[in-house]
């Protein structure tokens, strides 16, 4: 799992990894400026181990990064990754609609991708913070039925069950 430099750090290690030759490097948000709060994303259906059972949440995340925005060698690339099931989050908006809007999309990546992963799921990288955020209380609002636990604390749970 590679999370905001992690996912910067891990796509530049895309040649030594298996599965992951589609990673796009991560660099300056098109705001050209740090993002720091909240935004909305849709988990996809993906082979992410992390994301097992999670395809079509709409969750809250924590963002705060200036580089963020997926970068590809050629425009081909970003649409064949956008057809692929290797896109494991996108940025919504309001509507729940997947965007490349500011400011529902903090760092103007296409597509809206903000998670991808490798062929075989073993491999996420994902630029905003889940980790931030796995708590209820870490939310500015949280429904009642989250309990202490957000949706988030899940991913964590699937890697678990992953490794048993």
């Known amino acids: 799992l590679?999370?905001?430099?992690?996912?910067?750090?891990?796509?530049?290690?895309k040649d030594m990894i298996p599965g992951a030759n589609h990673f796009p490097r991560f660099v300056r948000n098109a705001s050209e400026q740090?993002?720091?709060?909240?935004?909305?994303?849709?988990?996809?259906?993906?082979?992410s181990i992390f994301f097992a059972g999670m395809a079509g949440s709409h969750l809250p995340v924590a963002v705060a990064h200036g580089?963020?925005?997926a970068e590809f060698a050629v425009e081909s690339d970003a649409h064949a990754l956008n057809q692929s099931s290797?896109?494991?989050?996108?940025?919504?908006?309001?509507?729940?609609?997947?965007?490349?809007q500011y400011p529902a999309n903090p760092n103007g990546s296409p597509f809206g991708i903000c998670s991808v992963t490798s062929?075989?799921?073993?491999?996420?990288?994902?630029?905003?913070?889940?980790?931030?955020?796995?708590r209820s209380v870490q939310n500015?609002?949280?429904?009642a039925e989250w309990g202490e636990d957000s949706p988030w604390m899940r991913m964590f749970r699937n890697a678990r069950v992953w490794v048993d």
């Open 86 to 100: 290797f896109v494991a989050a996108r940025w919504i908006d309001n509507y729940g609609n997947v965007t490349e």
């Open 67 to 69: 580089e963020g925005r």
């Open 140 to 143: 500015s609002w949280a429904p």
């Open 119 to 134: 062929n075989d799921g073993r491999v996420t990288l994902i630029m905003p913070h889940p980790e931030r955020v796995h």
């Open 2 to 13: 590679g999370v905001c430099n992690g996912c910067q750090m891990v796509s530049q290690l």
């Open 34 to 47: 740090f993002e720091g709060r909240s935004a909305m994303l849709k988990l996809e259906n993906s082979p």
